[in-house]
């Protein structure tokens, strides 16, 4: 799923000041399970935003609505009937989300609630990690399913290298190494032959290098 | 000031805390009448939302009363009722209201004594930080 964080109040608050109606959109995919962007984060962050103004002797009219996506044009287009009756839009979606709703209400500023931060797994009850960067040409499969390009620091492809202490990264003892883990997985499948093939350098154009990048399916189009 | 009387929300616990206030009530404990229990099943099941809905509709504290640590009916509640707790209170200084305003307290179903002196100090303490900044700005731009 995408990841997000909630950006600091103070931040919001200055985003939201110059207006009066505010409607606070969330979502009900990636960031409702990464607890950040759902029904209840939304209404949480309005609480929080009416009672930051009403100590300056000013109430907000803050309408609460979470969509099923803030990603596709047909969920977004469910505000068509609110959106005139807000000043400004305040999007607690991942960036997609955001930019999906400014630009079909052209017309109304919109602004990011949360700071969307990566493509990650959940390791346990509100714990989120890094798992993929998209990297457009996946190499799991010959990494025993796991991937030095989103977990190992250097994203070395034929790793580890001489910084990996006792199965930790050396940026830091919270980070696994990720060629141990490869290792190690790789051993326990009884495949570690593998280990010994050089990756040959990346072709780094699939991935942001390569420019923004789209999906075209012509039998969906 | 002189004559505030705050507002508290507490929610109690329905094995512990409420028990608890049962049994001040039973042993005749009295204690300040600004204390508006609301009951819920494990003081776990308290989400930060209902913290701050109550703080934005009128509440000068809240507070989350569960059962002692270890003694969760459902193992853990109390524990996760902390961490909101937590939260709530980091979120209110992001936003410059006092988070002492929000606490968490624990007793067992016999602390009748224990749930009446906690609703006494935590009204006391309401007292003295004054109302809630968010309300009183607003009666007094109403007034002005």
Known sequence: ?221 | MKDFEPVIVAFCCHYCAYTAADMAGSKRIAYPANVKIIRVPCSGKVDTIHIMKALENGADGVYVAGCLEGDCHFKNGNLRALQRVKQVQALLEEICIEPERVEMVTMSAGMGERFAKAAFEITEKIRKLGPNPSKAAMEKAKAA
Request: proline content about 4%; charged content about 25%.
């Open chain 1, 1 to 221: 799923m995408i990841t997000a964080e909630r950006k600091p109040m103070e931040e919001i608050i200055a985003s939201v000041r110059p207006y009066n109606r505010i409607l606070l959109v969330g979502c009900n995919e990636c960031v409702t399970v990464c607890a950040a962007g759902g029904r209840k984060e939304v209404g949480i962050l309005s609480s929080a935003l009416q009672m930051a103004f009403m100590q300056e002797g000013k109430t907000l009219d803050i309408k609460e609505l979470t969509l099923e996506r803030q990603c596709d044009p047909e969920y977004v287009e469910e505000l068509v009937t609110v959106i005139d009756q807000a000043d400004a839009v305040l999007s607690m979606a991942c960036g997609c989300g955001v930019q999906e709703v400014a630009r079909r209400y052209k017309d109304k500023p919109v602004y990011p609630a949360l700071n969307t931060k990566f493509m990650g797994a959940s390791e346990r009850q509100g714990v989120w990690a890094e798992r993929c960067q998209g990297c457009g040409d996946c190499i799991l499969g010959l990494t025993g399913g796991i991937c030095p390009v989103a977990r190992c620091s250097k994203r070395l492809l034929n790793g580890p290298c001489g910084g990996s202490t006792a199965g930790k990264c050396e940026i830091s003892q919270d980070v696994d190494c990720v060629w141990q883990l490869i290792w190690d997985r790789m051993k326990a499948l009884g495949i570690e032959n593998r280990y010994e093939e050089v990756m040959m350098a990346k072709d780094w154009r699939s991935s942001r290098d390569g420019g923004p990048r789209k999906i075209i399916r012509e039998d969906l189009v």
